[in-house]
């Protein structure tokens, strides 16, 4: 199970930290990753977090938020800073068993809102 929290309502330049934490699963071996989809568009990915600790990110994000897990890897975050309108959209937390490939990622939790005016 993935449940996400960290999600609400902030002004453009202010930042959010999203939490994701996982249960049932012993993600050691595990991709981890952060997906959103705004309001008639397609599901992106934003970042995510392999094993060995290697990150990658979206463009549109690269620069302004980090990835991180803590040492059990049982629970990943997102730190987002200078957030834009655009940035708006529900934020998945995402596991895959295998890659980080977005095709990969198996096991999603419900998403978090976030809202930037």
């Known amino acids: 199970q993935l449940v996400e929290s960290g999600g609400g309502s902030v002004q453009a330049g202010g930042s959010l930290r999203l939490s994701c934490a996982a249960s049932g699963y012993t993600y050691s071996s595990y991709c981890m990753g952060w997906f959103r989809q705004a309001p008639g568009k397609e599901r992106e990915g934003v970042a995510a977090?392999?094993?060995?600790?290697?990150?990658s990110y979206a463009d549109s994000v690269k620069g302004r938020s980090t990835i991180s897990q803590n040492s059990a890897r049982n629970t990943v975050y997102l730190q987002m800073n200078s957030l834009q309108p655009e940035d708006t959209a529900m934020y998945y937390c995402?596991?895959?068993?295998?890659?980080?490939?977005?095709?990969?990622?198996?096991?999603w939790g419900q998403g978090t809102q976030v809202t930037v005016s």
């Open positions: 977090i392999d094993s060995d600790g290697s990150t």
């Open positions: 995402a596991a895959s068993t295998s890659s980080c490939r977005p095709s990969d990622f198996g096991y």
